[in-house]
């Protein structure tokens, strides 16, 4: 069974610039997650859709990010424009539902804001 | 206060040894719990997820303890390869939280 697919992997932009980064999940999984996760933290969730409709996203700047799973299938995070504490990993998980069904992650998008 | 509360550590442990994490919740509300383990600079991966009764996988045990808000993992026979952060997560409602990890080194 293919994973959770991220790209790019790695990604290294000037502060103020735009970047997108693109997910597409285990197949026929409803729920996909965005975590940004910071050096020596955990991850912390941006945004949950269940299919293509938002789920939870209290926790995304909305002032610079965005994020769209219009088919209900893969999805793009944006951030637009990007700022120094931007720099993270940014993991996409999917799982079959939401709740307590097991989240299986990407290999995440290696950010730096220089 | 924080969702989900972890020692980071790091503990250094000799192979063989036994070595055991806890996390602490603040939700009771809280419905499901699970144990990630992440390597260096890899993606989280469940290690297990953790059930009212207990549960054991081989020489991982995880337990919940609802009336005292904290769940925990013990490793026993520690291998090098255990060598990782292990990640407590917390399901409330629809949000996923994470702790910030406890990193564990085996010492030969």
């Known amino acids: 069974e293919a994973g959770v697919a991220q790209s790019p992997r790695y990604k290294i932009i000037e502060k103020r610039q735009s970047v997108a980064f693109w997910c597409n999940p285990i197949s026929g999984h409803a729920t996909l997650y965005w975590y940004q996760q910071i050096l020596g933290q955990g991850p912390k969730l941006l945004i949950q859709f269940q299919n293509n409709g938002v789920v939870d996203d209290s926790q995304l700047p909305k002032d610079r990010f965005s994020a769209e799973r219009l088919k209900g299938v893969d999805s793009t995070l944006k951030i637009q424009p990007a700022k120094l504490e931007d720099s993270a990993v940014y993991l996409c998980?999917?799982?079959?539902?939401?709740?307590?069904?097991?989240?299986?992650f990407g290999p995440g998008t290696r950010l730096t804001v220089t | 206060r924080k969702e989900v509360e972890q020692d980071p550590g790091p503990f250094n442990v000799p192979e063989g040894a036994t070595v055991a994490f806890n996390c602490t919740y603040s939700n009771s509300a809280s419905q499901s719990f699970f144990w990630y383990r992440q390597d260096c600079r890899k993606e989280p991966k469940l290690l297990m997820s953790?059930?009212?009764s207990g549960n054991e996988d081989g020489r991982f045990t995880a337990q919940l303890n609802r009336a005292s808000q904290y769940i925990s993992l013990l490793i026993r026979d520690s291998k090098l390869s255990d060598s990782a952060t292990y990640l407590c997560v917390v399901n409330t409602g629809n949000q996923f939280y994470f702790g910030t990890g406890t990193s564990l080194t085996v010492i030969p």
């Open positions: 953790v059930y009212s």
């Open positions: 998980a999917s799982s079959l539902e939401g709740g307590s069904y097991e989240q299986y």
